[in-house]
Nanobody, 126 residues
Framework: QVQLVESGGGLVQAGGSLTLSCAAS????????VGWFRRTPGKEREFVAV??????YYADSVKGRFTISRDNAKNTVYLQMSSLKPEDTAVYYC?????????????????????WGQGTQVTVSS
């Protein structure tokens, strides 16, 4: 079992930056692929980024603006967000997947993940 807790959300102006944290407990986060998703009202969760053992993969909408990283010593995964846009406003979720030996694109689907955090709200004002 892995417990995931997101933090770092808040209100930021367009063009600003924010870093989200996903703190894991119960198991070592390095044993999992960890992804970030987001959801806006009335929509399904949308893939944002994933970090597997050796790869990272980003949605086209955030490529070049967001960076996913991992601190194994802190058992935490981060999502650094810069050049934020109002359309980035959403609840952001981190998730952990025990899948191995699969193409990284598999991790763009919510069904690839076993554990989810509760989410943190990010609001970008124009």
């Amino acid at each position: 079992q892995v417990q995931l807790v997101e933090s770092g959300g808040g209100l930021v102006q367009a063009g600003g930056s924010l870093t989200l944290s996903c703190a894991a407990s119960g198991r070592t986060v390095s044993s999992y692929a960890v992804g970030w998703f987001r959801r806006t009202p009335g929509k399904e969760r949308e893939f944002v980024a994933v970090r597997t053992g050796g790869s990272t993969y980003y949605a086209d909408s955030v490529k070049g603006r967001f960076t996913i990283s991992r601190d194994n010593a802190k058992n935490t995964v981060y999502l650094q967000m810069s050049s934020l846009k109002p359309e980035d406003t959403a609840v952001y979720y981190c998730a952990a997947s025990s899948l191995t030996g699969t193409l990284v694109v598999r991790f763009t689907a919510t069904t690839a993940y076993d554990y989810w955090g509760q989410g943190t709200q990010v609001t970008v004002s124009s």
